[in-house]
Structures are given as C-alpha cells and as structure tokens.
C-alpha cells in the first residue's frame, strides 16, 4: 500500500463541467455509461489525464466521439487528451451483486445502494475521485424496480427509468443511487423563505411504523439550522432511504442521505431511549452537512475534520437544545475519554489533521470527530458567542461552492474576530492529548492557580508545543457560595499563572468548567475538595467530574491497596443521587461507574499494570457495598424513575428511565434478579426490557429471558442486533468469549452484516475482563474472525481492530498474548490495505 502526503497535493489538471451517467441495473452486471465534460484548469499546467477507477470492466472508451483505448491498471486509467476542452465517454460493467465490502454500488435485500465516501465512486466508474473536484450530475437509472433515487430534484420518469439532476456542484464521494421495492413516510417543510421541500423516508414493506420518529428528527433539524446558522435547505426534495447492511452510522449524500437501518428506525417497541436520541442526533448530523461538507467540501482527505469536527459541534448544540445541554455534555465528555483519549494515548495517535495515510477509511475516528468538535468549541469559547456567529456567517458566504482546508477555516475566524490563530493551529497539527497540572497558593489575599501543560510524544512526534488552552474556572468559599463565578482562562504558555485578588479567604477552585479543552487534568484535589464540590459545584460538569473522581479513586484503591469500598464516598454520592430537585439524567450519570477500560488507563499511568479481573472485581465490589449500604433508598429511588404518561423518547423520560436502569442494576446486587425479572416481564417499551434483560445477564440469570425475548423478536433484525450484544457485552467474564464463539455459529449470526458483526464481535471487545480473558481466548477469537471479515468487508474489519490500540497496558502475558494475535492476523494471506495499515500501525 502507498502512503499520501498532505504536503503532496497539488491540484488536478482538468476542471469537470458537467456529468451525465446512466445505469442499467443487473445484479451480476450492472451497466454504467458516463458523460463526461472536462477542460483544462487553469490552476496548473500538468495535463496527465488519470481517471480513478477499481474492479470495474471497461467496455469502451471514447473522446469527442471517436474511440479511445487507455492505458487501464488496477487503480484506475490514463489517455492521451486534447488541449481543449472535451467530452469523454466510457462504458463499464460492476456486479453490484458481489460487492461485499459495501462500498460502491452493492445490493443489501435485493435493494441497490450506493456508499462512496470516501474513495468508492472509483468503483462505479472511471472518474477523477478527489474532493476538490465537484460539478453538477444529470443521472438516468433503468430498471424495473418500483423505487429509483439519486441525488438532486426529481426529472423525468416512466416505465423502467428515472432520471435526477442535481443543480449543485459537488464532488463524486457525495453521489448516491438506490433501487429497490420501498415504500415512503412522507411530509413537507417549508423552508422559512417559503419554499415547499418534500421528505421521504424510504424503507423497505414493512418498516413503515419505524419512520415517524426519524422524519420528525428531520423537521426539528430543518428549523434549527434556520435558526441556529441561518441556513436553508436547496433543493425541492430531501430523501433519506434505510438500508441494512451499511458500514457506518449514515451517510451525507446531497439530497439523498443514506442511514444504516439502525440509524433511524425506530419504534418504542424495539428501540431504546438511547437509540432515539442517537437516531435524532444523526438525523440531525447528515442533515447539517448539507451546508458544511456538502455546499462547503473538502479540498482533500486530509481536511476530513473541515466537515466532521464542525458537524458533530453542530450535532451536539443541537441535542444540547433538544434535550439537556449540561447532560450532552457530560455524555459526550464519557464518549470522548471513553473512545478518542485511548487512541490519542496510544499507536493509532493522530493529528486531527493527519499530515499521511495509506486507506483514508482508517482515518474515520473519534480524533477526527469528536476531537476535531472539541477544537472548535474551544474556538467558540476563545472568540465567544458573538464573534463565533460572525465568523461562520463569512465561512458560508465566502467558501460557498468550494472544496477548503482548515487554513481557509482558521482564516476565516482571523478575518472576522482580528485574532491571530497561528498558535491555536496546533490542535490540528499535534497530536496527542496535552495533560494540566495545577498549583495553588494563597498569599494576603491573593489566590493564584499556576497551570503546566506537557503532551506526551506521540508515533512520528517526539516534539510538542504549548497550545491554547481555554481553561474555564469558578471559585468556591468554604462555606459552598461562588465567589468568582465563571471566568475563562486563556494558556498559552507551558506554563503560566493567574492571579485572582482580594480573596477574602482561601477558595475551592472549579476547574476546566465544562471541560473547557480536551486535556487530561492531573491534579490531586483531596478527597474532602472532591466532596466539597460535589456537594456545591454550580457548574453541572465539574459536580459530576468530583463525583468521579472519587468513584475513580475509591476503584483504584481497592485494585491496588484491596481497600474497603469508600463510605464517604457513598454517602456523599447519596445525597446527591437522592436529591429529588436535580434532574434524574444528571442523578443517573452520577450513578455511572468509571468504565473498566478508563480504570486500566489511569492504573497504568499510576505505574501500576491493571489486572482487567481485579479492576472488574473492584467495581463489582463497590456496587454492592452501593446497594447494601442504600438498601432504604432503593424503593424510593425507583418510585421516583417510575414514567406514568404513555412511552415517549424525550429527555425528561429518558432521564427518569435512565434512573430507573442505575437502580435496578443496584437492586439486582440484592435480589438475584427478581426486580429485574419481574421489570423484564410487564415492560411495554424496549427501554425497559432490555435494561432488565441487561441485570440479569449480569447476575448470571438470564437464560430463560435470553430464549423468551428471541421468540419474541426472531423477525426483527435490529432487536436481534441487541440480543446479540448484550448477552456477551454483559455477560460474566469468564463466558463471554465462550458466548461470543457460540453466537457465531448460532443461524441468524450474518458475518457480512455488519451490524450483526459488531453486536458480536464489537461486544466481545467492550466486555473488558471478558476481552481480556488471561488465557488470550478473546483476543483469538476477536482476531481470528477480523481475518474472515477482513477478506469480505476490509473497511468494518479494520475499523474493529481497534479493539486491540491499548495492548501496550497490560502484563507481559497479556501483551504477548496479544501482539500474536495481531501478527497471526498480519501474516494472513491477501489481507487488505486497511487491515495491513491499521496492524501495522497497532503494532509500531
Ligand atoms: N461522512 C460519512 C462517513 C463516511 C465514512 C466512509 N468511510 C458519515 C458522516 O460522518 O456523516
Ligand atoms: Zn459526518
């Protein structure tokens, strides 16, 4: 495989006018005939003419009329081309029939679709596949499906054919086609300058009473993004098609957003709260793209982040306004140390704007995303409110129509705010996460915290700078009021200090309010100052991070001391879990244990190997004395989750439902399961089945529910993804890689779904003592199928190996155990250039 450099692009020779493509549809032999206007681009001088093109059959090719033979390799084709401006034509057959690594054009349930993103319209047909090229797309499809979708407006239709043309320039990785027998939901908006668009959501017979949650997510984005960034919809029709086998979430294509069914199907029969607000925060996500990745794209892959970083910022303030922004964001602060801290602390560690890549699929991560959001919610707090909505009123209007880099983001803020960014582009060239630390000192009555900020190397890093860090800070007097309420810090040194006068006594201080910037913060409050702030904190954030801290350091003591569970810590936690005036969401996020992972993370960097049994013990150690010691409580806890309205997904709700789950889970420690299993019975929505269902495949006591809710829901693809799941994800350490291999010889185990795929598989690896099971039987089991997968679907494969970013943690057995594994995998013949790049990079 061939690594890219970022520091190699240079732009294509020729600019691309207009597209006309026709498909003839056939399982095995799908015709694609292609149109292609080109003239010289004035930008450069380099006139070779190489078309993109993989595993498709060239049946012939012609320039201006006359026929043509290129030279044709593997990646795609050159041809001798006049000086001027002219028209290529190719003729191609693809079988979309085999294509199961479901890029490009493939057939999921007898139904076409189309997932190009990034590098897969080269497999549809011979074409400059790069972002910075865009122009607008005539296309005609022919079949004798009911349904034939591309992008753009609909044009003319009839027996066996549909054409679509879409007016808006727009690179081939945002084109899509679908076919099929599906049935719509259907609405309209009205856009607020009065234009009527009409939403489809297409999904297959049958699917029809999943739909209405997922058009209503569409209407609230449609009205938010008016509101919110003053942005209109385009075109006269937007479609959304579910679809089965899918390797992502959904995916942006101009007027023709494609969802992983999961993504937003959903009923309150089968789906949980959860899944409602995933589905409305996608929804919305694939939405906004719209305007930022779609009319403003990408100049080239290594500006992924441009479109990403900014989308999920843009889905998360949405869901803040949708629902409780205190609990997005703690929701996403879990999320992002959960999934992005490991892979910027370990092997896989990248800028949020890699500099080099051999298979851009494998740059599709939690950096690129949910860092790269980080970076610009520290934007928005650097330049606030204000200057923030300034600045993104002048991205639109002055890179509308245009394939940009982050220089043209950064540029755009210094514009607007008169700021110089030079130093802030560090978050997007250095990669890994800075760590803080602070001092205190009380002087007269000067109270100054002195910060230090160090970012560990990284692969291809050995050098860090300081970079601008927005550090959010309150301060607390002793007797709990804020004295200095919110005020934003802004470090740019390696280490500066900040002096607050006239303290009248010595304060607590709040620190990283909001978790203002992505940074490990190592400081070692006491664990009065934790209890102190998690008895007053005003900022929601920091309360529960204090609550952490303690459970953390409670976890930690039991691993490595054998320490009785911390009573303090109970108690202090009871009264703020019982405190009926907070929100039960916020009430149940307290309840949440530290993960085990985030447990062996801290333990290794306390210099101390993690034992995934004893870290697993410990939590279960501390639950139970948590259920013992609130026995009282308990009743009145779930009294107070109890939902009388009839089932509905929304935050208030949910929170309660969520209570309700932590509760159980703590009752389960006492009664073996009755609670649950009596939930598991007279539960009338999925929420509270399947977090019964959940207890008792903890307690070991769930064989009887497992068999009943299969039964009940052998016909439902996407229920039967969680019956996968979470008999492995929840079940014992000891049977979970056991469970996991005997799930996959259960019949309706599909390898090639990939949501099958990873409700095993991808729940094998979050059962962190059951991965790491000290015999090597998950990392085995883990590897050995990523091998078959990866010969069939090398994207979703290689993606999944991450499982294995933090094997530098554990003991020599383990670590040994796993890099066999890895290297078995490695040597395996034919393996793709996604799972050779991402082992490789794995291993080091
Ligand atoms: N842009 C798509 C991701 C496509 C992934 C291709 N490997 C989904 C999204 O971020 O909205
Ligand atoms: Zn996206």
């Known amino acids: 495989p061939q690594t890219v450099y970022l520091s190699d692009y240079t732009p294509f020779g020729f600019v691309v006018e207009r597209v006309e493509l026709t498909f003839r549809l056939a399982p095995e032999s799908t015709r694609v005939t292609s149109r292609i206007r080109f003239a010289p681009n004035p930008e450069t001088t380099d006139r070779t003419f190489f078309l993109h093109g993989e595993e498709l059959r060239l049946v012939s090719a012609r ?16 041809c001798a081309v006049p000086d001027a401006a002219f028209t290529w034509e190719a003729e191609v057959e693809i079988a979309p029939a085999k294509n199961t690594a479901l890029e490009g054009l493939y057939m999921s349930n007898g139904m076409y679709c189309t997932q190009c993103e990034a590098e897969g319209f080269r497999k549809i047909t011979y074409y400059p596949d790069r972002p910075d090229v865009m122009a607008s797309f005539d296309v005609r499809i022919e079949s004798d499906l009911p349904v034939m979708l591309s992008n753009g407006n609909p044009g003319a239709a009839g027996d066996g054919f549909a054409e679509w043309h879409d007016p808006w320039p727009k690179p081939a990785y945002l084109f899509a086609l679908v076919a099929g027998e599906l049935e719509a939901r259907s609405d309209t908006f009205t856009t607020r300058s009065g234009t009527p668009v009409d939403l489809n959501l297409w999904v297959r017979p049958g699917d029809l009473p999943k739909t209405e949650w997922g058009l209503e997510a569409l209407k609230k984005s449609m009205r938010w993004d008016e509101e919110v960034y003053g942005r209109e919809y385009d075109l006269d029709v937007f479609n959304i098609v579910a679809v089965d086998d899918f390797n992502m979430g959904a995916m942006e294509n101009k007027g023709l957003n494609i969802f992983n069914s999961s993504a937003v199907l959903a009923s309150p029969d089968t789906s949980t709260d959860a899944n409602f607000e995933r589905i409305e925060a996608i929804i919305a996500h694939e939405y906004f793209h719209n305007w930022t990745g779609n009319r403003i794209t990408c100049r080239d892959w290594f500006q992924l982040c441009l479109k990403e970083g900014l989308t999920v910022f843009r889905d998360s303030q949405f869901t803040a306004d949708m629902r409780s922004a205190p609990v ?10 959960a999934r992005q801290f490991p892979e910027d602390q370990g092997p896989l560690s990248h800028p949020v704007r ?29 330049v606030g409110d204000d200057d923030y909505a300034k600045a993104l009123d002048l991205y639109f209007e002055r890179h509308d129509g245009q394939a940009c880099t982050i220089e043209d983001w950064l540029t755009v803020f210094e514009d607007a705010t008169g700021r110089d960014l030079s130093q802030f582009k560090r978050w997007y060239t250095q990669s890994g996460t800075p760590r803080l630390s602070v001092e205190e000192r009380y002087e007269g009555s000067d109270y100054t915290l002195t910060f230090r900020q160090h970012t560990p190397t990284t692969p291809g890093q050995d050098e860090k700078a300081p970079q601008v860090l927005p550090i959010a800070v309150g301060l607390l007097s002793p007797n709990g009021d804020e004295v200095v309420p919110t005020t934003l810090l802004e470090m740019t040194e390696a280490e500066q200090s900040f002096t607050f006068p006239n303290m009248a006594s010595r304060p607590v201080p709040s620190l990283l309010r909001g978790f203002s910037a992505p940074v490990v913060l190592e400081r070692e409050a006491s664990a009065e100052q934790r209890a102190f702030l998690l008895a007053h904190d005003t900022d929601p954030f920091c309360r529960w991070e204090a609550g952490r801290g303690l459970a953390r350091a409670a976890l930690m003591a039991s691993v490595t001391e054998g320490a009785a569970p911390d009573v303090a810590y109970l108690d202090g936690l009871r009264q703020v879990v019982a405190d009926p005036a907070l929100d039960p969401a916020f009430r149940a996020l307290m309840l949440q244990m530290p993960t085990q992972s985030e447990l062996a993370q801290a ?15 410990a939590q279960e150690a501390l639950m139970r004395a948590m259920a013992e010691r609130w026995q009282d409580l308990l009743p009145d806890l779930a009294e107070q989750a109890r939902v009388t309205q009839p089932y509905a997904p929304d935050a208030a709700q949910s929170g309660k439902r969520a209570l309700g789950a932590a509760v159980l889970s703590l009752q389960t420690r006492l009664d073996g399961g009755t609670a649950a299993r009596a939930q598991f019975d007279s539960a009338d929505n999925m929420t509270l089945r399947l977090s019964a269902l959940g207890c008792l495949v903890r307690a070991d006591a769930a064989d009887d529910a497992l068999a009943a809710f299969e039964a009940a829901w052998s016909h439902d693809r996407l229920v039967m993804d969680k019956w996968f799941g979470i008999q492995i994800m929840l079940a014992p350490p000891a049977k979970a890689a056991d469970r996991a291999a005997e799930l996959t010889g259960h019949p309706a185990f599909e390898m090639t779904n990939p949501n099958r795929f990873r409700a095993v598989m991808g729940a094998l690896a979050s059962n962190h003592a059951g991965f790491h099971r000290a015999d090597g039987a998950g990392y085995d089991l883990l590897a050995h199928w990523l091998g078959k997968l990866d010969a069939k679907n090398p994207q979703t494969a290689a993606r999944m190996a991450t499982a294995f970013q933090t094997w530098r943690r554990y003991d020599a057995d383990r670590r040994a155990r796993m890099q066999t594994a890895l290297r078995t995998l490695r040597d395996r013949p034919g393996l793709s250039g996604d799972m050779s790049e991402m082992v490789g990079r794995l291993l080091g």
Do not use: W
């Open 63 to 78: 320039i201006d009329g006359a026929e043509v033979t290129p030279d044709v390799t593997e990646r795609g084709l050159t």
């Open 328 to 337: 997005k964001r703690i929701g996403d602060v879990i999320d992002l140390r």
């Open 354 to 382: 890699p500099d080099s890549f051999q298979e851009i699929n494998n740059f599709y991560t939690a950096t690129v995303y949910e860092k790269g959001a980080e970076v610009i919610g520290m934007l928005k707090r650097l």
């Open 603 to 617: 333990l290794a960097e306390a210099g101390t190997t993690p034992d995934p049994d004893a870290i697993f013990a």
